[in-house]
């Protein structure tokens, strides 16, 4: 599955017509959520332009939109990256509704707020709106020494529980070097397509069900 990044609704440049003929690209709302400092606009803008930039607090949101592809398939992610401030988190909830997957940022360097960060996401899973829904936790700033791994991570978080009732992966990457970006966001496409496929699959058997009843 390669990875492209192609628009920003923030920075709006000239689309090739061509680019899209013959071709409706499905679109998979993603939201990217994590704790103020976690490193979640940086890891996105390093993604999108390859280059490090000096970010401050993001207040609201940042859109950002890429396409993932595997094969002949095509999934665009709208990735909703939204402030992680402590005042900002009640808001979180207002992004929720059609939401396909959540990316959940983590500094695993800063040892201090891990038990914070892991609260906010078990919060966040719980909501009704992302029952189920697949999540790719970015177990970020791997190229400090001291970081947690994504394995230990992993173990501190509880994932096998917390995210029991859904597909899940921890992803090990850095914002600054990019490494590990790429696979969390094709990590994501693929969770969000097979998620999608097996709720087909779920409908199309209750609607056989149905009708034999």
């Known amino acids: 599955m390669d990875l492209e990044i192609w628009r920003s609704r923030k920075q709006p440049e000239r689309q090739d017509k061509e680019m899209f003929k013959g071709s409706k690209l499905p679109d ?4 990217l ?3 103020d400092g976690s490193g ?10 390859n280059e490090s930039f000096r970010t401050v607090p993001t207040i609201g949101f940042n859109v950002e939109m890429m ?3 595997q094969k002949r398939r095509k999934i665009t992610l709208t990735v909703w990256d939204v402030g992680g401030q402590e005042k900002m988190r009640p808001h979180w909830k207002s992004y929720y509704q059609d939401t396909a997957g959540l990316l959940f940022v983590v500094d695993c360097w800063d040892r201090t707020r ?4 892991r609260r906010e996401l078990e919060r966040v899973l719980k909501n009704e709106h992302l029952r189920g829904l697949p999540v790719v936790i970015l177990a970020n700033k791997q190229d400090k020494d001291g970081a947690l791994t994504a394995t230990d991570l992993t173990e501190e978080f509880n994932l096998r529980k917390t ?15 990019g490494a590990g970006l790429p696979e969390g966001f094709r990590r994501m496409a693929l969770l969000v397509e097979t998620t999608s496929n097996n709720n087909i699959k779920d409908t199309v058997k209750n609607l056989r069900k149905s009708m034999k009843t």
């Open 28 to 31: 998979a709302r993603i939201l």
């Open 33 to 35: 959520l994590g704790l």
């Open 40 to 49: 979640k606009s940086t890891l996105l803008f390093k993604l999108k332009y």
């Open 67 to 69: 396409e993932a592809k």
């Open 114 to 117: 891990l038990n914070e960060a």
């Open 163 to 177: 995210c029991s009732n859904r597909d899940w992966f921890v992803q090990p990457c850095s914002g600054k070097t």
